[in-house]
């Protein structure tokens, strides 16, 4: 779709209060190219950038009450899409530190000492007793992600779910095993 005119934009977002799906369609559509290009370029996966973009229009859909009050909507857009995409690159990398902490501990193994050899090893089956008690949704979706390193659309493909729903599934259990695991390590860690 072509470039909007200010005009244009402004009809199409006074459209939007009275729940016009045509006028957000277009409004989508004149953005979403774009859009994607900002957010790949930011993230560099193709699938995030989708993701992102479709969840900033929701987020339009929903707020489309409050459209009219948006003084310039282009760049309300790209703000919103850039917050998103920086806010995705944190928890990725939160989300990769915490799960390379875990396995970096569950699998310390210092044969020069056998005490650390005994806490390698019970943090191991505490490890793998937590995954053990992950809902089975979450488990599958952690052990295909993190164990297996399928990618989410490979996997939304392989469980017949959407990409948020792995990456909620996959966020909830990384979650879950920290809260298990973070005391019993502390405990094992600086015991004396």
């Given at each position: 779709m072509s470039k909007l005119t200010r005009e244009k934009e402004l009809e199409l977002l006074r459209r939007l209060l009275s729940d016009d799906e045509?006028?957000?369609?277009?409004?989508?559509y004149s953005y979403k190219d774009k859009l994607y290009s900002f957010i790949f370029r930011i993230t560099g996966s193709a699938e995030i950038?989708?993701?992102?973009?479709q969840d900033v229009f929701l987020k339009i859909w929903n707020t489309r009450h409050n459209a009219c009050q948006v003084e310039n909507f282009n760049a309300f857009v790209y703000r919103m899409a850039?917050?998103?995409?920086?806010d995705q690159l944190k928890r990725t990398s939160r989300e990769s530190i915490a799960v390379s902490s875990l396995r970096l501990?569950?699998?310390?193994?210092?044969?020069?000492?056998?005490?650390?050899?005994?806490?390698?090893?019970?943090?191991?089956?505490?490890y793998e007793l937590?995954?053990?008690?992950?809902p089975k949704q979450q488990r599958v979706v952690y052990e295909?992600?993190?164990?297996?390193?399928?990618?989410?659309?490979?996997?939304?493909?392989k469980l017949n779910l959407s990409i948020p729903t792995i990456r909620s599934h996959f966020r909830n259990a990384l979650n879950s095993l920290k809260g298990s695991l973070f005391s019993l390590l502390l405990m094992i860690l600086f015991r004396p």
């Open positions: 045509e006028a957000f369609t277009s409004l989508f950038a989708k993701d992102i973009v850039k917050n998103a995409a920086l501990l569950a699998n310390e193994h210092m044969a020069s000492d056998p005490f650390e050899d005994m806490k390698a090893t019970e943090i191991q089956l505490k937590a995954l053990k008690k992950l295909l992600h993190h164990i297996e390193g399928e990618d989410y659309v490979e996997i939304a493909k």
